[in-house]
C-alpha cells in the first residue's frame, strides 16, 4: 500500500519549520510511515529537505494559485502553516484536494493554522468589548466569526471563514483550523526558529528604552509553546492516519484552540522589561504606556484597529477539544519567562 502523501506550506518559516520536524521526529507509526512534501521558494534549500527525507517542492509563491491547486491534488493531507489572511491560497489548495477525489466516502484532509485575533474585542476605543472565554467544544466559534465578519472584514476571519465553507461545498475534504494564541518560545526547524509577535514588542521596547503596553495593558491574551503547538499538529495528523476520525469534529465545529498560558498585555510589557534590565538593556525595569495612536503609529503603519485587536485586546479561548482528543502540552510559566530571555537574545544577536 502507498504511503499517505501530506503536504506542509511554510516549512521554512516558524510554526511550519517547528511542526515539520516534529513529524520528523515523531516516534508514532503512521506518522514515520507519511510520505512528506514541502512547498518552498528558494531552490538552495531543496538539497536539505531532500537529505532529511522530504520531497521539496519549488514554487513560486501563495499567489500562483494554479500551482497550488495542482500540488494539492496529489496528496491526501494539507497541513498549511503558510499564511493565515490569504483565503484564495486556502481556497486553491481545498480545490487541490477534492480534484481526485471520486468518492466522498474516502476523504482528504486540510489542516489549517489561524490565530484568534479574529476573536478579539476592542477595549480602548470601546467599540466592542467581549471577554468572554471560548470553548472550542461548547462555543458555535464559526458563528460567532460570521457574526463579526458581517460587521467589520478582518483577513484572518475571513480567510477562517473561506476554508470552512469551500471545504464543506467539495463534500470529499474535511476541514479542520487550529486557532493558536500568541506563540512563544524558541522554533525547532531548520530556518526561522524565532516568533513574531514578542520579538516585535522586544524591539519596540529596546527602541523606546522602556517596555510598553496600549492604554491600561489589561486585555488578556493566551499563549502556547510552539513545540506543544506542533505537537497538537503531530496528534491531528495521527489521529487522521490511524482512521481514528471519529474522534474529530471538522468544517463548521472543527475549529481547534492551543491555549496553555495566559496574561494581560501589562504583564507581558512587565516581562519584557524585567528582561531587557537583568540583561543590562534597561536602567530601570519600568513600563510605560501607550496611546492606541502611539501603537499604531509604531507598530501597524497606522492603523487603530489592527494595533488595538492585535496588541491591546481580550482573546480568552478554552481548548477542551483539543485535550479532549489527548493533546497534553507540556511548557509551563517558567518556560515562558525563560522565553522571553531567550526572544531577547535572538533579537540581539540578528540587529
Avoid at 22 to 34: D, G, M, R
Avoid at 110 to 139: A, C, M, W, Y
Avoid at 323 to 329: K, T, V
Amino acid at each position: 500500500m502507498a504511503p499517505t502523501k501530506l503536504l506542509l506550506t511554510g516549512a521554512t518559516g516558524y510554526i511550519g519549520g517547528t511542526v515539520l520536524t516534529q513529524l520528523i521526529n515523531s516516534t508514532i507509526p503512521e506518522i514515520k510511515q507519511l510520505s512528506i512534501s514541502v512547498l518552498i521558494r528558494n531552490p538552495d534549500q531543496a538539497e536539505l529537505y531532500s537529505s532529511k527525507g522530504i520531497t521539496p517542492v519549488i514554487f513560486s509563491g501563495l499567489e500562483d494559485v494554479e500551482y497550488l491547486r495542482k500540488v494539492a491534488s496529489e496528496h491526501e493531507i494539507v497541513l498549511h502553516t503558510a499564511d493565515s489572511t490569504n483565503p484564495t491560497a486556502a481556497e486553491a489548495l481545498i480545490q487541490g484536494l477534492a480534484d481526485k477525489q471520486t468518492s466522498s466516502k474516502n476523504k482528504k484532509y486540510f489542516i489549517h493554522t489561524s490565530g484568534t485575533s479574529s476573536l478579539g474585542d476592542q477595549p480602548v476605543s470601546k467599540q466592542l468589548i467581549e471577554t468572554r472565554e471560548f470553548s472550542d467544544k461548547n462555543d458555535d466559534i464559526y458563528s460567532y466569526m460570521k457574526q463579526r465578519e458581517a460587521v467589520k472584514s478582518y483577513a484572518q476571519r475571513a480567510t477562517d471563514i473561506k476554508t470552512v465553507e469551500i471545504g464543506e461545498k467539495t463534500s470529499t475534504v474535511n476541514t479542520i483550523i487550529v486557532k493558536a494564541p500568541i506563540i512563544y518560545g524558541r522554533g525547532t526547524g531548520f530556518f526561522n526558529q524565532k516568533s513574531f509577535h514578542i520579538p516585535v514588542l522586544i524591539k519596540g521596547a529596546l527602541a523606546a528604552g522602556h517596555a510598553q503596553y496600549v492604554g491600561d495593558g489589561a486585555g488578556v491574551w493566551d499563549y502556547v509553546h510552539v513545540v506543544d503547538l506542533a505537537k497538537l499538529f503531530e496528534l491531528l495528523v495521527a489521529k487522521i492516519l490511524k482512521g481514528e476520525t471519529d474522534i474529530l469534529v471538522f468544517g463548521k465545529r472543527g475549529i481547534y484552540f492551543a491555549n496553555t498560558l495566559r496574561h494581560s498585555w501589562k504583564e507581558l510589557a512587565e516581562g519584557i522589561a524585567k528582561s531587557c534590565y537583568e540583561a543590562g538593556r534597561f536602567v530601570s525595569p519600568k513600563t510605560q504606556s501607550l496611546t492606541l495612536k502611539e501603537a499604531a503609529i509604531m507598530y501597524t503603519g497606522g492603523d487603530e484597529y489592527i494595533a488595538e485587536v492585535g496588541l491591546a485586546s481580550n482573546s480568552l479561548t478554552n481548548a477542551d477539544l483539543s485535550r479532549e482528543i489527548g493533546w497534553a502540552p507540556k511548557m509551563m510559566e517558567a518556560d515562558f519567562q525563560q522565553s522571553l530571555a531567550d526572544d531577547l537574545n535572538l533579537v540581539l544577536s540578528s540587529a
